[in-house]
Antibody, heavy 117, light 106 residues
Framework: EVQLQESGPGLVKPSQSLSLTCSVT????????WGWIRKFPGNKMEWMGY???????SYNPSLKSRISITRDTSKNQFFLQLNSVTTEDTATYYC???????????WGQGVMVTVSS | DIQMTQSPSVLSASVGDRVTLNCKAS??????LNWYQQKLGEAPKLLIY???NLQTGIPSRFSGSGSGTDYTLTISSLQPEDVATYFC????????FGSGTKLEIK
């Protein structure tokens, strides 16, 4: 079974970088696409970006200057880095797999990240 | 961006009721509409993809319909374990989510 698990610091200071890891078991990240999504307080959700089976990336234009998604295929992990964070980046961050022609089909449980000094 | 509007934001119904949740897109999304269920503290679960396709392992009491800009998730007979927040998601043009419907048992 495909399983995803997010990990990373729960507290980040303003202006610093947010770095999260998604560890995948049961499926290789060299297949499919793998994305990051976040859910803000108040429940608005935003797609942030994804990395493909080949390592190419696509980002939400609203984040394009601050976001980077990379991967380590040897560890079957992919990563999110969001630079210059503000309090508005406080959210629960999810990683997910993009299923063929069916959108995000497997998700992690999410990790809550608070941006505060 | 395509905006997704869900209604109602909160729905209270009795066990055994037929329940309908709505999702409206700001423009035609060509049936590229998914429904997810999220229980408190759990990962979102894909229920329905591309309007009316039941994801493997999902009970048949869940169904989806719609076209153009208007889409519906129906639970034919509400069960206690269906208490959750349900959100829609379009993947026709970029990717955007609805704000969710919280489903409660009356």
């Amino acid at each position: 079974e495909v399983q995803l698990q997010e990990s990373g610091p729960g507290l980040v200071k303003p202006s610093q970088s947010l770095s999260l890891t998604c560890s995948v078991t049961g499926y290789s990240i060299t297949s499919n696409y793998w994305g990051w999504i976040r859910k803000f307080p108040g429940n608005k959700m935003e797609w942030m970006g994804y990395i493909s089976y080949s390592g190419s990336t696509s980002y939400n234009p609203s984040l394009k200057s601050r976001i980077s998604i990379t991967r380590d295929t040897s560890k079957n992990q992919f990563f999110l880095q969001l630079n210059s964070v503000t309090t508005e980046d406080t959210a629960t961050y999810y990683c997910a797999r993009w299923g063929l022609r069916r959108g995000f089909d497997y998700w992690g449980q999410g990790v809550m990240v608070t941006v505060s000094s | 961006d395509i905006q997704m509007t869900q209604s109602p934001s909160v729905l209270s119904a009795s066990v055994g009721d037929r329940v309908t949740l709505n999702c409206k897109a700001s423009q035609n999304i060509n049936k590229y509409l998914n429904w997810y269920q999220q229980k408190l503290g759990e990962a979102p679960k894909l229920l329905i993809y591309n309007t009316n396709n039941l994801q493997t392992g999902i009970p048949s009491r869940f169904s989806g319909s719609g076209s153009g800009t208007d889409y519906t998730l129906t639970i034919s007979s509400l069960q206690p374990e269906d208490v959750a927040t349900y959100f829609c998601f379009q993947h026709n043009s970029w990717l955007t989510f609805g704000s969710g419907t919280k489903l409660e048992i009356k």
